[in-house]
């Protein structure tokens, strides 16, 4: 029942490797009366919840006041319902005046035992804003290395066993279609992230990611995973977003959910929020908050290297765009990539990929992030070798861009890039 606080940080989620989420959302064309398939009622949305609860005379501490982001996916009665603890299946009844009533229940895996909810909510869509509440029990597990929960008849009550009730209300936000175009590379970070009895606490960190928008659909990539979401309008004009994600994490499982704002000042586009993470290792459970940011990256700046040697980088063309192709592999469309280096001196450089993980092409373009191409390599030892290398003469000072790209568009991936002077 932990109601913890969220809105985004979207970086930390780099500790959740492989948490995948697919967000699709139906609307039903099916029509019928009070109980029936809603007739032009659709509850998708996210929802911002604010949750009050009663005091208890359990040792577990309870949320007094909490605040989380949830998302509704309706399709015909049936609501899929995303927390930051799980998705679990809901009911959607229509009760005219395009209000619903929403019920359904959890079960929440915290500190030593489980938490199991019953849920039911009043929708208004015409307000955009629901109330409701909550009844819960928890119990404690039997012992820390079973998740079997205590019998409560044969327990004390106020130690390992007790109930109460929560009160919800808050704003619902359905999917709008959004002002702005999020799609490109982005810098996030997170902070301010708490402690948990299994110890982890994700870093202070900054990684690079790239977003793709697709109407109110998202797509986050990162080094580790890949995440789903949504990203609307609201009516008060801003510009929000979701994502969730859900899988094996430390040894156990865990449930993910992001929330929070895009805001763009002039050219400047950004985003900030909270997230939350759950984390369940069989014994213990708990949840991990952090808030975080990001801003977008112009598409059209190439990392500089500086004019020293040898040169050592490494990057993952999956964060990448599309930006450049290649003389001699012009047909492919695969993310690259791109370098800014100006030679120390005159003389022969040669410039390798060798220790990428997927097939390359490597190339040399004239002047800085684009220009006449002086120079491409595909493949160093086909089919032995699907690295690249070239060797090629600069001016002292001379200032080129230098692509690493992959030899289609499903090649892509964690590459090297390295500069030295030729013998």
Known sequence: MNGAKLTIGVVSVL???????SPGCKKSSSRGGTGAVPSGIDVSGVYMRLETCDESDCDEPEPSISREAIEFRQSGTNVTIVTPHGVFAGRVQDLGGNRARVTWQSRIREGGGQTDH??????????????????????????????????????EPEDFCCDGTCTDEGDMFPYRTPSMDVSGLWTLSENGCNTCPLAFVPPVSSVSAYIIQDGTHLVLETPLFILEGRIFDTKAGETRFFFSGAGNVLGGKGAFTASGRFT??????????????SLDNGSRACSVECTGQGERLSEDVCEDLGSTLPVNATGNT????????????????ARDGSFRWVAPSTGRYRMATRGSEFNTVLYVLDAVCGGAEIACNDDVDPPNDRTSALEIALAEGQVVTIVVDGADEKEAGNYRLTIEAAP
């Not at 928890?138 to 079997?148: F, H, L, P, Q, V």
């Not at 765009?321 to 469309?333: E, H, L, Q, Y």
């Open 15 to 21: 500790a959740l490797a492989g948490f995948l989420c």
């Open 118 to 155: 019953t849920f039911t909510w009043t929708v208004d869509l015409n307000q955009e804003t629901f109330a409701g509440g909550s009844t819960w029990s928890y119990k404690e597990d039997a012992d820390s290395n079973n998740d079997a929960a205590l019998d409560c008849a044969r327990a």
């Open 264 to 277: 763009r000042d002039g050219d400047r586009l950004t985003m900030t929020g909270d997230f939350v993470w």
């Open 318 to 333: 999956r964060l990448e765009t599309g930006s450049f192709v290649p003389g001699c592999a012009p047909a492919i469309d």
